[in-house]
């Protein structure tokens, strides 16, 4: 769980701010997790997980799916 700072503004590749607010397991598989929230109007919803391989991951182009910026 230390991998993902707890509270910190993290900066998505696309450019938008979401707050990571906690890092849990799937009840199934033990899976980490990381669950966190968007800091813009998303019609789609404010709360998400994913699990932490992808949250810390690259995407194609090499660079950082979501990067600390605050905290």
Same mark, same amino acid.
């Given at each position: 769980?230390?991998?993902?700072?707890? !509270?910190?503004?993290?900066?998505?590749?696309?450019?938008?701010?979401?707050?990571?607010?906690?890092?849990?397991?799937?009840?199934? #598989?033990?899976?980490?997790?990381?669950?966190? $929230?968007?800091?813009?109007?998303? +019609?789609? !919803?404010? %709360?998400?997980?994913?699990?932490?391989?992808? @949250? %810390? !991951?690259?995407?194609? #182009?090499? $660079? +950082?799916? @979501?990067? %600390?910026?605050?905290?």
């Amino acid at each position: 769980m230390d991998r993902v700072k707890i !509270g910190g503004i993290y900066l998505h590749y696309k450019k938008q701010k979401y707050r990571v607010l906690g890092v849990a397991r799937h009840s199934e #598989t033990l899976e980490e997790v990381v669950y966190y $929230e968007c800091l813009y109007d998303n +019609p789609q !919803g404010r %709360l998400w997980v994913r699990p932490i391989d992808l @949250f %810390l !991951g690259k995407i194609p #182009t090499g $660079e +950082p799916r @979501f990067e %600390l910026i605050e905290g």
